[in-house]
């Protein structure tokens, strides 16, 4: 009986990046499989952002090979938002963009993070945690498959930043793979792999959750 193993998610491999001669990325390697959280850490400036744009695709790298496998979800850090369209104009704008038949999973999910009652509120007056709130919600709008997500909890209050992590425990049963980009982290035994930016480069480490799930 032949054994068949998925392919991961998402691979990238031999990234390089640069503006003018300021190399940013050096030869960054990353793999996330189905159902995998892994936290890319490094201090502002050492490229995180141009990592996950290139990733996204939003930016092309100048040398390197991603392979993506399903929909694509991506919530940059700062929001793209319209900021004269209300929260549920925004969620009806997207929905015809992803051809979703109506905004039931959107709904949800404004329920979910607890901002329902801004839902005729324009963007430009929302308070900054409620239009990541929104950032987060236009991203996972269409149910990606790979999720990644650019300092995503910034300006979350304590209660948001629980449901936040409640939502992507249900994501990743599901067999999403997320990409989540910091500079701190917290909690690191919430992921299965930290893997350091550093010159360009990254280097995994395994978290005590992941050596847990190995001796099960």
């Not at 193993?5 to 990046?17: F, N, S, T, Y």
């Not at 004269?84 to 959107?106: E, K, M, S």
Request: charged share 25%; hydrophobic share 40%; glycine share 8%.
């Amino acid at each position: 009986m032949t054994t068949t193993i998925a392919a991961p998610a998402l691979e990238a491999h031999d990234l390089h990046k640069a503006y003018g001669r300021h190399r940013v990325l050096r030869g960054a390697d990353l793999t996330v499989d189905r159902g995998q959280l892994v936290a890319v850490v490094g201090e502002n400036g050492t490229g995180k952002s141009t990592l996950l744009k290139a990733l996204a695709g939003t930016l092309p790298a100048d040398r390197g090979e991603i392979r993506l496998t399903g929909r694509l979800g991506y919530c940059p850090q700062d929001p793209v938002l319209n900021l004269n369209l209300t929260v549920d104009q925004h969620l009806h704008y997207f929905a015809a963009a992803y051809r979703l038949p109506d905004l039931a999973h959107g709904r949800e999910l404004v329920a979910r993070l607890g901002y329902g009652q801004y839902a005729n509120t324009t963007a430009g007056k929302l308070s900054g945690g409620t239009r990541q709130k929104l950032n987060l919600t236009l991203a996972l709008l269409h149910d990606p498959d790979v999720l990644l997500l650019d300092e995503p909890y910034q300006g979350f209050d304590w209660e948001t930043y629980l449901r936040f992590w409640d939502l992507v425990a249900d994501l990743r049963s599901r067999g999403k793979a997320i990409v989540v980009i910091t500079h701190l982290v917290f909690e690191q035994d919430r992921f299965d792999t930290l893997a350091d930016l550093v010159d360009g480069r990254l280097t995994p480490r395994t978290t005590t959750r992941a050596a847990d799930h190995a001796d099960a």
